[in-house]
């Protein structure tokens, strides 16, 4: 039995991080959680969460980056948005996934083989490179980078998808690459510079 | 006009005026020049002295005007410092003790119109000299005069009669105060009738409170209206006149007795319509009492229901078996009365939450759920189930979940804290818990507890075992199978985990809105509401029973969400607000009246029909102006093609000498 230190001190606090978090909805509206816990409560994968979507925010409130961004919590985000029809203070709680997902990317604390991460990666990689999605590539480079032992299972259905021609092994792209990258570029510089709102 | 010769003089002899420019601490110094504006003042045309002073409202700075009137002979005072709302009355009552009439005064206001509002000193500081020198060339045509007098109309009007209501009116009438309690629905009582024991030294409702209903119903002093609006008044404090609609009750109030025999005779065996005070939980027949208590106790009919009225071919054998007093009238309609009134008191109380606007509750969808209004009705000896507590499908409940703050604390619905929840929904705890032995979880977001015995209260509540969870339930659901019980899924977020507990029975702790109609009844008295629709009280510490229309009081949930003893208390103090303003037996007006100059009246009548408050009489081929209904608007002055019509106060001459000052320097 592994012990995890249950104790935090001030150290462990990132101030920037926390005042990164609180921009990201205007009027500061994500202080005024009343921790009511509707958005845990309506989580359909809050079972599997080693934090929950209310705990999440709290430790980022309060600058715990390391546990923010180490959670399993923002990569099990289905993103389904219960949690923010259900909020009653109205807090966007699943924009705030998105950003806490990017935010862990951009800064490496994003687990290396999680497949979604992985996958979310390897999508926008293909996206700004070749301007269309060949499904055949992205699902072969998730299953190599997140470990392929558990893939083997599903070689059947791959099988069967590439006979069907449900997926193709064309490497599909646009043309004019270039120019859509340069549009995508500006765009991720843009969205750096706004909140999720 | 020319400044050189202002100064020779006027009709009113050669003023001599002083100037007084306050510095109210820094408010006013810290933006303008003070010693520059006396300085400016000082060279004035008529002005004797001007002086700065740090505090002209404080006694001090009253003295020095008081001892210059005297000393120096000044016969015309201005003072600029803050707003006149503040201390006209200050410096009028110090210019009267100092023997000078107190309308021989002009205030400007420098705080609110310069200080407070500009940032720039040498603008601020222009701004407040062209003010002044605005101020002192008009004071200098103002005349003697008197304020009016306007006597009290002792009688007041209470609307809503609820326990805030009830309160009010006999603290008023035990005063020996006629009081007319108008009450919308068949009987007076409101919410308070419907609950079953109150918190937190649970004493029965209907005990405390019948006997108070009962006085109402016999006191000389109190007329109740009830299935009756207010849906006009007019008038001014002191004088208003309401005009009240009266619904038809298809029976004759003072010949019925409240024998209840018609109701036994009813051609229904049973009722079927679903009956109102138990909200639905029970039916009842088309001739009904909303309650055993009911005051008055008299019947009504509810023509929807009623053959009669459906068909006209009922054997009417409510008429037969009252054929002694014969009280029953089906040819009623709506009618209207009149009355007059010095002051009103307002309380008109709250509307409980809808819960079916949270369809995850699943309020009206699930069987189990109920709302805690409709659990009080359940608990209550005179309810549906004379006290039984037993779910729709006729079993008891063994395990209750209370969910908090429904339709509180949510900007989805209503984002204030309804402020009583917490507090019923531990009396509900205790009271299923004493009456079935339940297991009961109370899912809480903060357990508001601050009031007498509150906190006690809920720690007897926890020692009997109550089940406390903090988390909001963020769906309830039917348990899987048809179990006829649902589920409440809910983080504990005490425990940082998401929980499923499945119940019996749910009751949704539904906050407090205003009433649906709060907005009709805001204009119809001429009053204002916050943002969340409650009515404004004209202070929210130094003024909270009064509103910003004088003589308009509020008493109760109308005014914001609060429990009973803070709505008693504030009953209270609605009726001392209104006894303080009828035992000082007259209040005191503007004399800023308008008046006919009778040489030059032609007797158009232009006026009469425009006059607003119908203050315009005509006699003897002359308009003439009764100054006490006379509100001072200026309309007949303006619109009076002769110019026979003159303001005290707002003489031409006193405006155009304001606008030549303010202009000076344009």
């Given at each position: ?197 | ?191 308070m009738a419907m609950f079953d024991k109150t918190f937190p030294t649970l004493d029965c409702a209907a005990c405390i409170l019948t006997p108070k209903m009962t006085q109402v119903r016999a006191h000389p002093n109190i007329e109740v209206m009830t299935m009756s609006e207010v849906v006009e008044i007019d008038g001014f404090v002191g004088n208003y006149r309401a005009k009240i609609k009266h619904k038809p009750r298809y029976i004759l109030e003072d010949a019925c007795v409240g024998c209840l025999e018609c109701i036994d005779v009813c051609v229904f065996r049973n009722g079927k319509t679903p009956d109102e005070f138990n909200l639905g939980l029970s039916k009842r027949k088309p001739i009904y009492i909303p309650f055993p208590q009911a005051v008055p106790q008299v019947v009504l009919i509810d023509p929807e229901g009623c053959i ?359």
């Open positions: 039995m592994t012990t995890e230190p249950m104790i935090r001190s001030e150290s462990d606090r990132d101030p920037e991080f926390a005042a990164w978090f609180t921009s990201l909805v205007e009027e500061e509206k994500l202080r005024e959680c009343i921790h009511c816990g509707v958005c845990s409560g309506n989580c359909p994968l809050a079972s599997h969460m080693d934090l929950g979507p209310r705990k999440l925010m709290a430790l980022s409130r309060q600058g715990f980056a390391e546990d923010v961004l180490g959670s399993n919590t923002i990569w099990l985000c289905t993103s389904c948005y219960a949690c923010t029809t259900a909020c009653p203070q109205q807090i966007p709680v699943t924009e705030v996934m998105y950003a806490l997902k990017r935010r862990a990317i951009e800064t490496g604390k994003a687990p290396s083989r999680h497949p979604v991460p992985v996958m979310a990666k390897g999508f926008t990689k293909m996206v700004h490179k070749r301007g269309r999605l060949t499904e055949a590539y992205l699902i072969a480079g998730l299953a190599l980078k997140s470990g392929i032992t558990r893939y083997i299972g599903m070689v059947g259905v791959g099988i069967n998808a590439l006979r069907t021609g449900r997926v193709s092994l064309k490497l599909d792209s646009i043309e004019k690459r270039d120019e859509l990258s340069r549009l995508l570029d500006a765009v991720d510089d843009h969205s750096k510079e706004v909140s999720v709102r | 006009m020319t400044e050189a010769n202002l100064s020779a003089g006027n009709g009113n002899g050669s003023p001599r005026i002083g100037v007084y420019v306050c510095h109210c601490g820094t408010n006013i110094s810290a933006t303008i020049d003070v010693v520059a504006a006396r300085d400016v003042a000082e060279n004035l045309p008529g002005v004797v002295l001007s002086r700065e002073y740090k505090y002209m409202c404080s006694d001090p700075g009253q003295e020095i005007i008081k001892d210059d009137i005297r000393e120096l002979g000044l016969d015309r005072i201005v003072v600029a410092s803050c707003s006149p709302c503040l201390h006209e009355e200050t410096f009028r009552n110090a210019i009267a003790d100092g023997g000078l009439n107190p309308y021989f005064f002009q205030m400007v206001n420098i705080r609110e119109h310069a200080s407070w509002v500009h940032k720039d000193i040498k603008a601020a500081t222009a701004k407040a000299n062209d003010l002044i020198r605005a101020a002192v060339r008009r004071v200098r045509f103002h005349r003697p005069l008197e304020a009016r007098r306007v006597p009290i109309d002792p009688r007041v009007l209470v609307v809503g009669g609820g326990i805030a209501g009830i309160h009010s009116a006999l603290t008023l009438a035990d005063a020996g105060k006629k009081v007319y309690l108008v009450e919308r629905e068949p009987s007076i009582g409101g919410h009669e009225f459906r068909t006209g071919r009922c054997k009417k054998t409510c008429v037969e078996v009252c054929a002694e007093r014969n009280a029953i009238d089906f040819t009623q309609e709506e009618t209207f009365s009149e009355v007059e009134i010095g002051s009103v008191i307002i309380s008109t109380g709250f509307k409980a939450f809808d819960a079916r606007r949270l369809p995850q509750y699943g309020y009206g969808r699930l069987d189990p759920v109920y709302t805690a209004l409709e659990v009080e009705r359940l608990v209550n000896a005179s309810g549906p189930t004379e006290g039984e507590i037993v779910l729709r499908d006729g079993s008891k409940p063994k395990k209750v979940g209370i969910i908090h703050c429904i339709g509180s604390r949510d900007k989805n619905t209503n984002v204030h804290c309804s402020r009583v929840c917490c507090m019923y929904s531990l009396k509900l705890a205790h009271l299923v818990k004493e009456k079935t032995d339940a297991e009961i979880y109370e899912f809480f977001i903060d357990m508001r507890t601050g009031g007498k015995g509150f906190e006690e209260f809920m720690l007897r509540v926890k020692e009997e075992g109550v089940t406390m969870i903090r988390g909001k339930v963020a769906e309830v659901y039917p348990e899987a199978g048809n179990t006829g019980r649902v589920v409440l899924q809910a983080e504990d977020t005490f425990l940082g985990m998401v929980r499923k507990i499945p119940v019996d029975m749910v009751i949704l702790a539904t906050g407090i809105e205003p009433q649906a109609d709060a907005e009709d009844v805001r204009r119809t008295f001429n009053i204002s509401c916050s943002t969340g629709g409650f009515f404004t009280e004209r202070h929210p510490k130094l003024a909270p029973v009064s509103t910003f229309t004088d003589g308009v009081f509020l008493a109760g949930a109308c005014q914001a969400p609060k429990d009973i003893p803070d709505t008693v208390a504030q009953a209270g103090a609605a009726a001392a607000e209104a006894l303080a303003l009828i035992d000082a037996g007259h209040i005191e007006l503007e004399p800023n009246t308008a008046f006919v100059v009778e040489e030059e009246c032609s007797g158009c009548k232009t006026c009469v029909g425009l006059c607003p408050f119908s203050a315009i009489g005509y006699d003897e081929g002359k308009a003439s102006i009764n100054e006490v209904l006379c509100k001072g608007c200026g309309t007949c002055v303006a619109a009076c093609p002769s110019g026979s019509i003159r303001q005290n106060l707002f003489e031409d001459e006193e405006i155009f000498e304001e606008i030549v000052g303010v202009m000076a320097n344009v």
